[in-house]
């Protein structure tokens, strides 16, 4: 899988950006956590004034007692480390997300998916879920390869496949699955690769945002 994944040759024309991607599932991620959202508030109320205000307007129509929500935080303006502090976790999680979405469009959701992308597809995220970035153990490897083929040999897709290759005899199906594990063991490097480049690409955004935001002479960090 030498091309990247967000120039495939069935790329829609439509499809959003990889930074677009990130950002949603970094808000949904932290949009999950009441605990992330009161943060996100009070680093906002102590915020550059043109962001305060509009919070604190709002939050008051609201019904929410602004002062009750700041009385344990300090009265200084927020440093662009503590909002990077905070949004980092969000950001990085989001790049998780958006990389295992492109695994899933590429593998599962093209036109034309194939018994082998589904192999594909479940053992990245099957791995990943597993095992993160190390190197899974013999039993670890078992386990996940007993997940990703159990879904394949049942999918729609899989299942005809699977009994050709079984029909074949055993020898062929062993021959199949020896090379499926091999390019998966492939892809997931590249899966790794491209996760890579998502953090680096929300690390870009991020800095970038803190730049324009804080770009206030009192706001410097």
């Known amino acids: 899988m030498s091309a990247d994944l967000n120039n495939t ?5 439509g499809s959003i950006s990889v930074d677009s991607t990130i950002l949603f599932f970094g808000l949904l991620h932290a949009c999950s956590d009441p605990t992330a ?12 004034e043109f962001l305060r205000d509009g919070l604190k307007a709002l939050l008051e129509t609201q ?10 935080e300090p009265n200084v303006p927020v440093s662009q480390l503590e909002v990077k502090e905070f949004l980092e976790p969000f950001l990085k999680k ?3 997300m958006s990389t295992l979405a492109q695994i899933a469009d590429r593998y ?3 036109k034309d998916p194939t018994a082998e992308n589904v192999v594909y597809a479940f053992y990245i995220g099957a791995r990943y879920m597993l095992v993160r970035e190390r190197k899974p153990t013999k039993v670890e490897s078992k386990r996940i390869w007993e997940i ?4 394949a040999q049942n999918s729609r897709i899989g299942a005809p496949r699977w009994k050709e290759l079984e029909d074949k005899g055993q020898l062929h199906l062993d021959d199949w699955l020896g090379t ?7 892809r997931f490097e590249t899966f790794l690769t491209h996760k890579e480049r998502a953090n680096l690409a929300s690390n870009k955004s991020l800095n970038s945002l803190l730049e324009a935001v804080f770009d206030i002479p ?3 960090a």
């Open 180 to 186: 499926m594990k091999e390019n998966a063991r492939k």
């Open 108 to 110: 599962l959701f093209e």
């Open 9 to 13: 040759k069935n790329r829609r024309s």
């Open 148 to 151: 990703a083929l159990w879904i």
């Open 218 to 220: 009192k706001y410097q």
């Open 37 to 48: 959202i009161e943060r996100g508030l009070k680093l906002v109320l102590r915020g550059p």
């Open 63 to 72: 019904g929410v007692n602004v002062i009750a929500l700041m009385q344990n």
């Open 94 to 96: 989001g790049a998780e």
